[in-house]
T-cell receptor
Framework: SQTIHQWPATLVQPVGSPLSLECTVE??????LYWYRQAAGRGLQLLFY??????ISSEVPQNLSASRPQDRQFILSSKKLLLSDSGFYLC???????????FGNGTRLTVT | EDQVTQSPEALRLQEGESSSLNCSYT??????LFWYRQDPGKGPEFLFT???AGEEKEKERLKATLTKKESFLHITAPKPEDSATYLC????????????FGGGTRLMVKP
């Protein structure tokens, strides 16, 4: 079964600073990869998804970007963080069409 | 646009008090409806997938059912360890395994 690793687990960053969150997947190859954001007490909002290396689709206009430099590596970045970027960021992986998404344990980002 | 609405937002139960969580959805061609459990500070953990109206799935004290417009997660004789947020999500036929999530129901079971 696949395992999704995310780091760091928590992060406190000042407004205007850069961001890099990393997600790696074990136990599968050529997965579809997703970045979701969860506001406190809310559901999950899809930010980016990728069906292969270098292929990124954005669902929500924002100052965040994503990259997929390797098959099982997905990175979420920002050049300058905003207060509104605070939240719980989750990476997910999906393989076969009818398989469920599997999630990592997330990164709690607080922008101060 | 796919939409998922979960109710209630929060539910407090006494241990042993059975109840149901609701997930209403609109989707352009349902490929699957998914239930997840999420503990505080953790990622969602997969529970069930339902594919067609009338389908039911069970796991311990949980049973998920599906109609053409909604899904229910029935919790029978809950225990404190069932306390968590339960998330419902849908995938449509044109979106691969991308999911659209509802806002979740936060369940608290008191001993």
């Amino acid at each position: 079964s696949q395992t999704i690793h995310q780091w760091p687990a928590t992060l406190v960053q000042p407004v205007g600073s850069p961001l890099s969150l990393e997600c790696t997947v074990e136990g599968t190859s050529n997965p579809n990869l997703y970045w979701y954001r969860q506001a406190a007490g809310r559901g999950l909002q899809l930010l980016f998804y990728s069906v292969g290396i270098g292929q990124i689709s954005s669902e929500v206009p924002q100052n965040l970007s994503a990259s997929r430099p390797q098959d099982r590596q997905f990175i979420l970045s920002s050049k300058k963080l905003l207060l509104s970027d605070s939240g719980f960021y989750l990476c997910a992986s999906g393989t076969a069409r009818d398989s469920p998404l599997h999630f990592g344990n997330g990164t709690r980002l607080t922008v101060t | 646009e796919d939409q998922v609405t979960q109710s209630p937002e929060a539910l407090r139960l006494q241990e042993g008090e059975s109840s149901s969580l609701n997930c209403s959805y609109t989707v352009s061609g349902l490929r699957g409806l998914f239930w997840y459990r999420q503990d505080p500070g953790k990622g969602p953990e997969f529970l069930f997938t339902l594919y067609s109206a009338g389908e039911e799935k069970e796991k311990e004290r949980l049973k998920a059912t599906l109609t053409k417009k909604e899904s229910f997660l029935h919790i029978t004789a809950p225990k404190p360890e069932d306390s968590a947020t339960y998330l419902c999500a849908v995938a449509n036929n044109n979106a691969g395994n991308m999911l659209t999530f509802g806002g979740g129901t936060r369940l608290m079971v008191k001993p």
